[in-house]
């Protein structure tokens, strides 16, 4: 499904990244309007900031889709697809118990970071768990979290005039 208005859901971006120089532990993050992801990370680097990760609307929506399906418990998604450590099994969880994770195992030679998904009392709880079997969390978004961000996103797109209030920056603008 495709926000009808000024940009697709594939031009608009949330990030998070840093400034160039300071600790890269230091992460902002913000929203970019551009054509590609690449793009936007290009020109940010331009501008002083390395973004070390970018999501579109369209991703956040996907996203959103699956963590609603292990929300539900529903069968088209195995269990063995996501990591069950709640202690309660109730017939949904709450979207404040539904993650999604990006990080790496750090007995990994590879450089490349690994998505899951986990249901957890908290965000705080899955991290400690993650980083107890040697994976180093970089971010950890709950389904709650994601429909405020989807919200956001969806306004960018449909080129609302409040969205100043999100720093947001936007290549097709400049270009």
């Not at 957890?120 to 970089?138: G, Q, R, W």
């Not at 950890?140 to 409040?162: F, W, Y």
């Amino acid at each position: 499904m495709s926000t009808q208005g000024t940009y697709s859901d594939h031009q608009v971006f949330m990030y998070c990244g840093h400034i160039v120089g300071d600790d890269a532990s230091n992460l902002q993050s913000g929203y970019v309007v551009a054509d590609t992801p690449q793009y936007a990370i290009e020109n940010m680097l331009g501008y002083g900031f390395s973004i070390s990760a970018i999501s579109s609307l369209a991703e956040i929506r996907e996203t959103i889709a699956i963590l609603d399906l292990i929300a539900e418990r529903n069968p088209a998604v195995e269990p063995f697809e996501y990591l069950d450590l709640h202690h309660e099994k109730p017939a949904i969880y709450m979207d404040n118990n539904v993650f999604t994770y990006v990080g790496r195992y750090l007995d990994s030679d590879s450089p490349y970071s690994k998505v899951g998904f986990v249901i957890a009392p908290s965000a705080d709880f899955a991290i400690k768990y993650l980083c107890n079997h040697k994976f180093s969390v970089h971010s950890i978004t709950s389904l709650e979290e994601l429909r405020t961000e989807d919200a956001r996103l969806r306004l960018i797109a449909l080129g609302e005039p409040d969205v100043d209030d999100f720093n947001l920056l936007n290549f097709k603008l400049l270009s």
